[in-house]
């Protein structure tokens, strides 16, 4: 009885030493993990520091630095996200910013800072888009939510200024062009032609329309049709060069034949309405104004 009382003490101090142990390791984890963090912050705050001063190859090192220890951490690439915007390479900077959203759904700045991206590069249904998505999936970042709602109102403004319409409506449009474009795609011409000319007649010198709707009735083989809305197109933008092209190749066409052309994507807020600089440039002026 004495033999079995000393073995079950012992393995009741085993155990305790293994708990201990246990715990002391987890407590040098997390103490090690917590240096870790330290150093990434600091390594963030100074490349946001540089990039502030525009020594964008010291940040891009340093970025490099943190990458290659923490692989895997948004707000890494929410950094990167930051130095390649405001170094002029917007499309880096926003696939940077969506890997962030992606490794760290609940960090608000880096949906801000994608809809801004968004909103100067005129993708306004995206800003909304990622607008919607902080307003989901984080928590209430004051300034974050203070300067999103302002980009809205800001859109909208810009929006009844120079095209009479609404942030809401413009959206629609973008979402009903597209739905378009995949109809065209997949050789769908006349449902295509009929949202195409939907789009029409919400907006009336929309170029891309009348120059898809008339790609839509070469592949058709009707000639004449096609040659009329290029024409229609060419109207509104006589530099218009998908048009020109596609024109020229549909003349050669007798009437019945039809155009063989593969699809190519157009991005849509280059043709609708965004051709209007001075409306690019307001939206410039409006982010610089944020900053």
Same mark, same amino acid.
């Given at each position: 009885?004495?033999?079995?009382?000393?073995?079950?003490?012992?393995?009741?101090?085993?155990?305790?030493?293994?708990?201990?142990?246990?715990?002391?390791?987890?407590?040098?984890?997390?103490?090690?993990?917590?240096?870790?963090?330290?150093?990434?912050?600091?390594?963030?705050?100074?490349?946001?520091?540089? @990039?502030?001063?525009?020594? !964008?190859? +010291?940040?891009?090192?340093?970025?490099?630095?943190?990458?290659?220890?923490?692989?895997?951490?948004? $707000?890494?690439? !929410?950094?990167? =996200?930051?130095? $390649?915007?405001?170094?002029?390479?917007?499309?880096?900077? @926003?696939?940077?910013?969506?890997? &962030?959203?992606?490794?760290?759904?609940?960090?608000?700045?880096?949906?801000?800072?994608?809809?801004?991206? $968004?909103?100067?590069?005129?993708?306004?249904?995206?800003?909304?888009?990622?607008? +919607?998505?902080?307003?989901?999936?984080?928590?209430? +970042?004051?300034?974050?939510?203070?300067?999103?709602?302002?980009?809205?109102?800001?859109?909208?403004?810009?929006?009844?200024?120079?095209?009479?319409?609404?942030?809401?409506?413009?959206?629609?449009?973008?979402?009903?062009?597209?739905? &378009?474009?995949?109809? %065209?795609?997949?050789?769908?011409?006349?449902?295509?032609?009929?949202?195409?000319?939907?789009?029409?007649? @919400?907006?009336?010198?929309?170029?891309?329309? !009348? =120059?898809?709707?008339?790609?839509? $009735?070469?592949?058709? =083989?009707?000639?004449?049709?096609? @040659?009329?809305?290029?024409?229609? &197109?060419? &109207?509104?933008?006589?530099?218009?060069?998908?048009?020109?092209?596609?024109?020229?190749?549909?003349?050669?066409?007798?009437?019945?034949?039809?155009?063989?052309?593969?699809?190519?994507?157009?991005? !849509?807020?280059?043709?609708?309405?965004?051709?209007?600089?001075? %409306?690019?440039?307001?939206?410039? %002026?409006?982010?610089?104004?944020?900053?």
């Amino acid at each position: 009885m004495a033999k079995n009382q000393q073995q079950q003490k012992q393995k009741k101090l085993q155990l305790k030493a293994a708990k201990r142990k246990k715990r002391e390791l987890e407590k040098k984890k997390k103490e090690i993990l917590r240096k870790q963090q330290e150093q990434l912050n600091d390594w963030i705050a100074y490349a946001i520091h540089l @990039i502030e001063e525009k020594n !964008y190859s +010291d940040t891009e090192k340093i970025l490099n630095k943190a990458l290659s220890a923490h692989p895997d951490e948004g $707000y890494v690439y !929410y950094a990167y =996200g930051l130095l $390649y915007i405001t170094s002029g390479h917007s499309d880096k900077g @926003i696939s940077a910013l969506e890997k &962030a959203i992606i490794l760290d759904p609940k960090f608000a700045p880096s949906y801000f800072n994608l809809a801004m991206a $968004y909103f100067k590069g005129v993708l306004l249904h995206k800003m909304v888009e990622t607008i +919607d998505k902080m307003h989901k999936h984080t928590a209430y +970042d004051a300034e974050c939510y203070t300067q999103a709602e302002k980009l809205i109102n800001d859109a909208n403004d810009i929006l009844r200024e120079k095209q009479n319409t609404t942030l809401e409506l413009y959206c629609q449009n973008l979402y009903t062009f597209d739905e &378009a474009f995949a109809l %065209m795609s997949s050789k769908s011409y006349p449902e295509a032609i009929d949202l195409f000319s939907s789009l029409i007649k @919400i907006e009336p010198e929309h170029v891309a329309c !009348y =120059g898809n709707i008339a790609i839509c $009735y070469a592949q058709m =083989g009707q000639k004449e049709l096609a @040659i009329n809305y290029f024409d229609k &197109a060419l &109207a509104f933008d006589p530099h218009y060069e998908l048009a020109l092209v596609n024109k020229t190749l549909t003349e050669k066409l007798e009437e019945g034949e039809k155009l063989n052309l593969e699809m190519t994507s157009v991005e !849509y807020y280059k043709d609708f309405p965004l051709k209007n600089k001075s %409306m690019l440039e307001e939206m410039q %002026m409006k982010l610089s104004h944020q900053n």
